[in-house]
């Protein structure tokens, strides 16, 4: 059985009682979904005292004209990885594009370019990824682990990080409130 690449372009949500303490009140930006497994990168924490100067210093990029910006926790797979989330004005030899929406880079050009005042206009810097092997995500949302919205680019540029899982809820006509972490049967 094929998987649908649904989820390509669409914010994740992680519902309450997901079970695991990494992914609660996460807001993941899906990249890649397919057969094989899928990807996203986590926008709903920021990796506490790193920002993005740091960042370009531990690589010896010069950070420029480079904003000072916190850095996104991306995931649990791979925290020492680097990913920026981006709008499509800027593109890499190893960039891909997400359904039209955003774009995912995770090498050293982008980092220059940001510091050099040519990359892309909007961006999220983000260490590590979130990760699912063929059909595993699937799996959770049949759970109820997760919700998928659109993600448009007022959630993923504009919005503070503390309010992003609530607004990205009540995008899609959902008051958290109302949300709990029991499920029942019919």
């Known amino acids: 059985m094929k998987s649908p690449k649904f989820l390509t372009g669409q914010l994740l949500l992680a519902m309450p009682g997901i079970g695991d303490p990494r992914f609660e009140r996460a807001v993941i930006a ?17 990796i506490p005292r790193i920002h993005f100067h740091d960042l370009l210093r531990q690589l010896d990029i010069d950070p420029g004209v480079a904003p000072d910006v916190p850095i996104h926790l991306g995931g649990p797979v791979e925290p020492q990885r680097g990913f920026l989330l981006h709008s499509l004005d800027w593109g890499g030899q190893e960039s891909l ?34 990760g699912w092997g063929a059909g595993q995500l699937e799996q959770e949302m049949c759970g109820n682990g997760w919700f998928a919205t659109p993600g448009d680019d007022a959630l993923l540029y504009e919005c503070d990080v503390n309010s992003r899982w609530a607004a990205a809820f009540k995008s899609a006509g959902i008051d958290t409130r109302l949300l709990t972490a029991d499920s029942g049967t019919a």
């Open 30 to 46: 899906m990249c890649s979904h397919d057969e094989d497994g899928a990807l996203g990168i986590g926008l709903g924490r920021i």
């Open 97 to 130: 594009q997400v359904s039209n929406r955003w774009a995912l880079t995770a090498t050293l050009d982008i980092l220059r370019a940001i510091a050099e005042g040519k990359g892309p206009t909007r961006w999220i810097a983000a260490l590590g990824y979130a």
